[in-house]
């Protein structure tokens, strides 16, 4: 009963890890220098295949799942309070959600997480950011992994846990993604971002510049082209901007080294 409890939460996450390996195969595509027209194809059959043997190895008990095998009396109610509240369309507890992502990351290894995550933000359709991946995260009926996905992201709003994990992974992180996929799917968005940093801390005014940003973003619905503005106004409320301004920098200059 323990077994399947936590095997029922993890297989909607176990699907996530999919993601950042769909992304390793792209990366390996592109260091052989070949154009996206030409591999595209080769891209979903390495996804269907990949989809399928991830499918197999859950139905075989071989894959992350089957790892918990036994929990504490603690654990198997935290777990069993998050199943219920899910499957109920109740609103989950953070204590019990942050529970699972625990146990979850004990065995998934933050950085196989994190790594997880920024497979899930790329469009493979079209080789690019993926805009709708942050938005999913906060829908009402938000899936299993998107639940468990923003519960663990949640976490580093806290400015001194985001330094500590990016210095603790960075080079893993680096070493993960080549410049070529950087150039395809990051450098954009990490380049608006710090330009729209740099633009806002020009202004004199910046309550009257944010209230400005607002009203055309919600009157005319044009929040992803204002999005690089209000992403900095909700770090400046949470007290981390200037870390993540730090963490993109140099991610920007690490690139623009190689």
Partial sequence: MKKIAIISV???LSFVGLAYFYSLKSSELIRDNLEYDSIKNTLQENQQIALADEISEIKNGDFISNQFIELSESEYKDVTMFVDQFNNDDRVDPLFSNAVVDLIEKDFSELGFIKSIIGSSIDYGNFSFDYSFLPQLFKEDASLSDLLTLSFLNRYRNSDLL?????????DIYHSIPKSL???VFVQQINDCL???EEIAKKTDKKAFFEDIYFKANSQNLHRKYWKYTFWKRREIEKNDKEIYTILSEIKDHYEKL
Wanted: hydrophobic share 30%.
């Fill in 10 to 12: 993890l297989v909607g």
């Fill in 182 to 184: 950087y150039q395809k």
């Fill in 163 to 171: 330094l500590q994990t990016y210095e603790r992974y960075k080079e």
């Fill in 195 to 197: 330009l729209a940093y």
